[in-house]
């Protein structure tokens, strides 16, 4: 082995191929991990899920000053919000991360390169070898395992076009330097109602625009419901069952939505928020014979093996929820895989959190999912009205609905709407990967006053007994 063949390459260091590439270290295993970016932390720490809960820290705090600090007998005069230094801050967040990545990578002896890694469709002794490119030339390496973690890329659509100035992503729509007066965002799902979240708390007046007839329509109904009720009573106007065929940069200045049988929209922005795709250009798959599937991405065993010998996937480039406690889990369960045979995830319980507020948080099954697949549950609502901590926060909004198997009392599935359902979520989801019954966390003494009593009396009430509803 010479100096530029390694046990395993990683290419990307979004959360699946950093924290992969630190497990494999972790191993014993010599690691290198390719980024074409300056900053490693991918699509998520860069212009994701980071910079995105950063405003919208920002842009709550501005709200709350603004409408509930007054309940509070606190006043507030010449209250202004100075965009700039809102991004500024964010961006300090984003970059401070970064660095934390640079010295685990330090810590943990794994060596990165700065360029856009491809196969070349060779191997040698030392395993395949990828190409490294950048500004300075071309460097090649050799690994005797290779990891693909390139991620994913903001899905077009037909009919908008995309210039990042008035037509946005969710990249653009994270750097706008001033509050827009009007915004439409095309799609419900979580960037959306995050994206319009922050900026209608700015003061811009969002409509959204979504194709099913429901807001976050792969969530449970009942967290669809009461979020789309919530974010309206917000100011956010919602057209649902609408499609958009038309987007672009208007000549008199803002933009032009056309939305099929409906008047077109004149809004000073417009996001666009459907769905992101894998994202796996100019990695030269085809010099190794992978054949992406319909969608786009990799196809994977259980063990994220390709068809490729020795070489992997995992994160948003694969099939699963595109989320990036996903991605980290798929990196250590392959890291492991290849350094010590074993290595797996349960994709029953993956959470998914919204960080609207009140954020919405869901882990298991749906109640449609199990009225499809014909298991017999029962179900236990809680809601936040009648919790004592939820009063005190001045915000009751929404509840706990916990599903369980109806003859072994096993929890399937449970969703939350309400004030920091994203913290409260991670209790189902031990609970679950205990496999926990609804009664063994109706009898666990949970401390008073805390929003996770909600949790405790939607176990109680899947047996009819909830205490304070
Ligand atoms: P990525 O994070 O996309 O990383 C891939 C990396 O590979 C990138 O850094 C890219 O530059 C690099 N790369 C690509 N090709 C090459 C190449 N050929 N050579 C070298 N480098 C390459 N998820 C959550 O769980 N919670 C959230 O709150 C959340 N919020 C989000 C908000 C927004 C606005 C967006 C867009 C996404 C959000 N996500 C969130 C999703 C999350 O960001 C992704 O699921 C996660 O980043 C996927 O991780 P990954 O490692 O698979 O890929
Ligand atoms: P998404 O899949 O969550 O939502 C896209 C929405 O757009 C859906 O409601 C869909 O019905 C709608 N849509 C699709 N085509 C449409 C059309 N032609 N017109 C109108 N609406 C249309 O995708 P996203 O919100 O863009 O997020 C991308 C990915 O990033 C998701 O996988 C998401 O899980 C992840 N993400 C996660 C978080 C989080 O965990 N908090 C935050 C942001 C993004």
């Not at 390459?9 to 010599?30: N, S, T």
């Not at 460097?139 to 995309?162: D, E, H, M, N, Y």
């Amino acid at each position: 082995m010479n100096e530029l063949s390694y046990d395993l390459i990683v290419i990307g260091a979004g959360p699946g191929g950093y924290v992969g590439a630190i497990r494999a270290a972790q191993l014993g295993l010599k690691v290198a991990v390719i980024e074409k970016e300056k900053l490693m932390g991918g699509t998520c720490l860069r212009v994701g899920c980071i910079p995105s809960k950063a405003l919208l820290e920002s842009s709550h705090n501005y709200h709350a000053a603004k409408h509930q600090f007054s309940d509070h007998g606190i006043a507030v005069q010449g209250l202004t919000i100075d965009v700039a230094a809102m991004l500024k801050r964010k961006q300090k967040i984003v970059t401070v991360l970064g660095k934390g990545i640079e010295s685990l990578f330090k810590k943990n002896a794994i060596t990165r390169y700065t360029g856009t890694g491809r196969f070349v469709g060779e191997t040698t002794e030392n395993g395949h070898v990828i190409a490294v490119a950048n500004n300075e030339g071309e460097t090649r390496l050799t690994g005797k395992s290779i990891i693909i973690a390139t991620g994913s890329v903001s899905s077009p659509l037909r009919g908008i076009t995309v210039d990042e100035t008035h037509v946005l992503t969710s990249t653009g729509a994270l750097e706008i330097d001033q509050v827009p007066k009007t915004m439409a965002v095309i799609g419900a799902g979580a960037i959306g109602l995050e994206m319009a979240s922050v900026w209608s708390r700015l003061g811009t007046e969002v409509t959204v625009l979504e194709y099913m007839d429901k807001v976050l329509p792969t969530m449970d109904q009942d967290i669809s419901k009461n979020m789309q009720k919530i974010l309206k009573d917000q100011g956010i106007n919602f057209q649902l069952g609408v499609k958009v065929t038309k987007a672009e940069k208007h000549p008199e200045g803002g933009c032009v939505v056309e939305i099929d049988g409906k008047e077109a929209l004149r809004p000073e922005k417009v996001l666009l928020a459907v769905g992101r795709a894998a994202n796996t250009e100019g990695l030269r798959l085809d010099t190794l014979g992978i054949t992406c599937d319909a969608r786009g991405r990799i196809p994977v065993d259980t063990h994220f093996s390709t068809t490729a010998r020795d070489v992997y996937a995992i994160g948003d480039v694969i099939e699963g929820p595109m989320l990036a406690h996903k991605a980290e889990e798929d990196g250590v369960a392959c890291a492991e895989w290849i350094a010590t045979g074993h290595g797996h995830v349960d994709y029953n319980i993956v959470p998914m959190v919204v960080y609207t507020d009140p954020e919405a948080a869901a882990v298991g099954k749906t109640e449609q999912q199990l009225k499809d697949t014909n298991i017999p549950y029962k179900v236990g609502m809680f809601p936040f009205m009648a919790n004592g901590r939820a009063r005190t926060y001045g915000d009751t909004s929404g509840f706990v609905k916990m599903l369980a198997h109806a003859d072994t009392d096993r929890i399937l599935g449970v969703h939350i709407v309400g004030k920091h359902a994203g913290d409260l979520i991670a209790e189902a989801a031990s609970a679950m990967a205990f496999h926990a019954s609804s009664e063994d966390i109706a009898r666990v003494c949970h401390a008073h006053p805390t929003l996770a009593e909600a949790i405790k009396e939607a176990a109680m009430a899947v047996d009819g007994r909830a205490i304070h509803a």
